[in-house]
């Protein structure tokens, strides 16, 4: 008999099993920024142990991002790679000294990366479907 488990864990595994690269992108970013808010949080709260765990899992995501990098594009990803070390290096010292401006600047390096790729993406939804005729409306049916 298999187990059912956490309908939510369950529908997120989903998510990220079924998601295209660019969807698996803008959730990795909104999960590090997910984290951000929380140690921030935790900082307010003068919880040690909860901002170095949410700390941890936002420089956990900056490693995904690094190690995920197309090597067919070395010139963004160079560039990409040295901002997302520079964020993770942010992070630790953000970490070591519980310093909401270095967790606030990465958070609005995050976002500008966030709103440059979403962009980015709807154009190229939009040049697909100008390709293939469609509207957005016929995609419904």
Excluded at 12 to 32: C, F, I, K, N, P
Aim: hydrophobic fraction near 40%.
């Amino acid at each position: 008999m298999v187990a059912m488990g956490d309908p939510y864990k369950n529908y997120q595994r989903t998510q990220v099993e079924t998601a295209d690269q660019a969807q698996l992108l803008l959730m990795l970013y909104s999960g590090a920024l997910k984290f951000l808010r929380l140690a921030r949080r935790a900082i307010d709260e003068n919880n040690i142990e909860e901002t170095n765990r949410q700390l941890g899992r936002a420089q956990d995501i900056l490693c995904e991002l690094m190690g995920s990098l197309n090597p067919d594009l070395p010139e963004i990803s160079g560039r990409l790679f040295q901002l997302y070390e520079y964020m993770h290096y942010q992070l630790v010292q953000a970490n070591v000294k519980k310093d909401l401006a270095i967790i606030e600047e990465v958070e609005k390096m995050l976002n500008s990366l966030l709103e440059a790729w979403q962009a980015a993406i709807n154009e190229q939804k939009a040049v697909n479907q100008a390709g293939t005729g469609k509207t957005s409306t016929d995609q419904k049916g």
